[in-house]
C-alpha cells in the first residue's frame, strides 16, 4: 500500500495533474488501490477456475463465477449440500471437487481408502484453516484442537492416557449417578401431571449432564448443573459454545477477514464471548486450586490430576486444554443424546424393542451390560450416523501430498464432510436415511445377537462422526459410555412420543437439535 501510494505520487507529479488537496490524493490513491486489488483478485479467479488442477475431478456445477459454492457450504444445516452432491453421482476415484470464494478449490474424498489416507496415512500432511484456529485461540485458549504437528502429536498423548477405554471403565459409576441424576429430573418434572407425563425441552437437560461429566474427567469436579447449581458455569458455557447467528457471523469473519481485523472486531457478540472465557477460566482456576489436597489422596484419573503425575502440570496451560475438553464434549454429547431420544420418540417400535432389551437384565443394570447390550448400542450408533455432531471440518495442505494416487500440492483445501459420508447411498445402501438401528445387530451366530462394528458397511471408517485415525474424537468412549447409560435408564423408566414438526439441525462447529426441542416423556415405571 505504501509502496502504491508513493508510485500515485510520482505519476501524477510527473504528469502534472497534481490534485489540489491532500485530501483528493489520499482518495486516489484509496480508490485506484482498490481497483487495482478488484481487478488482480478478478484475474486470480478466473486463472483458478481455468487451469484448476482438479477440473476433471466430478462434482456440482461450477456455480457462480466470483463465489462458486462458498455460500452452499456453509449453509446450515451444515453438510446438507455437500451430501446432495456425493448422491447425485458416482466418485470413481474416491474425489469430488467443487468451486469456492475467488476460484478457491475444495476436494471431498468420497471412498473408505480417500478418508483413511487424509484422516490416517497422510494425517499430518494437513492442517486446520488458520481462522478457525484464530476463533478458537482466542476463545477458548491454545488447547489440542489448535494444536498442529508436534505439538498435537504430543498433547494428544497426554489425552489418550485418560480417555482411553480402561480409565473411562473406572468412570462408569459416576456416569450412571449423573444419568439418574437426569431421569429423576424428567420424573420431577412428570410429577405434578395427572397422565404423569411432561413435554421435557430435551436439548437443554442434556447439555447440562454433558457440562457435569465433562467436569468431572476434566477437572474432576460435578459442577452440578443438572441440579441446577453453578447456573453462572453454565450461563458462560452455552454463551462460549452453544451455536447462535451471531457466533457464526464473527466466526466468518474470522475466516474471510485479514488476520489483523479478526482481534479488533468490535461486535458485541465477541464482547460477550470474551467475557464468558474470563469466567469460565475463572472457574476452572477455582476449581482446580480448591482440589489441590484431593489430587494427593490419589483418586480417580481426570486430566488435571493426570497431568500433576507426569509433572506435566502448568495453570495456565493445563485451563487452556480443560477449556476445550469442557467445549469438546458440551454440545456434541448433550446434542447427539437429544436427537437419539428423538429418533427413539419417532420410532415407538425401535423403543419398545430397546425397553425390552434393557429390561432383560437385572436392575439395577450391571455396569458392564451396557457394552453387552447389542439393540442398545446399536440405537446410540444408529442415530449419531445420522446426526453426527459436526458435519463439516476443513482441512488444509501443508506439503504436496496424494490422495487415491493422485497428486495433491499444498495449499489445498480438502473438506471432511462426516454428514455426507454417513449419508452416502454407496457406502451404506439405499435405505441410508432411514433410523434402522438393526443394521448394526449381527444376529448370524447361534449364540445370540451381537453388534456389527460396521453397521454393515464396508469399513469402519463409513461412520466418520468421531472421524479417524490422528485426529479422531479423543472422547467417543466417554461419550458413548454416557449416551448408552442415559438412554437405557430413560426408556426403562418413561414412554417417549414426539412434539411438533420436523427439528431442523444448527450450529457453529457441531451440528445441534434446536435448543427448544421437545419430546414428551410419560412415566412408565
Ligand atoms: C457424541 C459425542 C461426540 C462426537 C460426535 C465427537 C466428535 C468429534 C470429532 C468429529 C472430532 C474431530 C474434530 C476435528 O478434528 O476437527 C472430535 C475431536 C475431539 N473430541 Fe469429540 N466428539 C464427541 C464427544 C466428545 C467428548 C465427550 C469429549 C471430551 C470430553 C471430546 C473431546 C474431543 C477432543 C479433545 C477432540 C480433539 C482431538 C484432536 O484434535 O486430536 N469429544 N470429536
New binding site residues.
Partial sequence: MALWAAGVRVLTRHLGIQPESSAVLLGEIIGSWLVLNALLLGLKTWYRRRYSPFRDIPGPEPGPWLYGHAFDIFDEPLGRRITDWGNAQAYPHGLMHFFGLFGVSYLVPTSPAALAEVLSTRAYDYV?PAGFKRFTRRFWGH???S?EQEE?RL??KT?QAV?NQGNIAQARGPLSTKSRQLVDRIHGLCAPSPSHSAIVPVTQLTARV?LD??GL??LGVDFETILDRNPQVLEAHEALFAGSRDKRTLFALYNAAPRWLGGLIPLRVARRMDEASRVLRGACRQAIRSRAAVKANGQRLDFVAHLVQQGLYDEEAAISQIM???G??YE??G???AWILYCLATHPDSQAALRQEVRSRSRPMDESDYEALPLLNAVVLEA?RLY???SF?LRKTIRATAISGRAIPRGTYVA?C?HMVNHARHLWGPDVEAFRPERWVDRSSPAGPKLDATGGASAAVCM????SG???????A???A??KRQVALLVDHFQLDPVGGTPQASGL??TSPPADLHVRFTQVR
Fill in positions: 486446520k488447547g489440542i484442537v494444536q498435537h498433547h494428544r489425552y480417555f454433558s461429566v465433562t474427567i476434566a476445550v475438553i469442557l469438546a464434549g456434541s454429547t446434542g447427539t443424546l449419531t453426527p455432531a459436526f471440518l471432511l462426516p466418520l462422526s468421531f472421524f490422528a485426529r479422531s474424537c479423543v472422547g467417543r466417554l461419550a458413548l454416557l449416551m462447529f457441531a
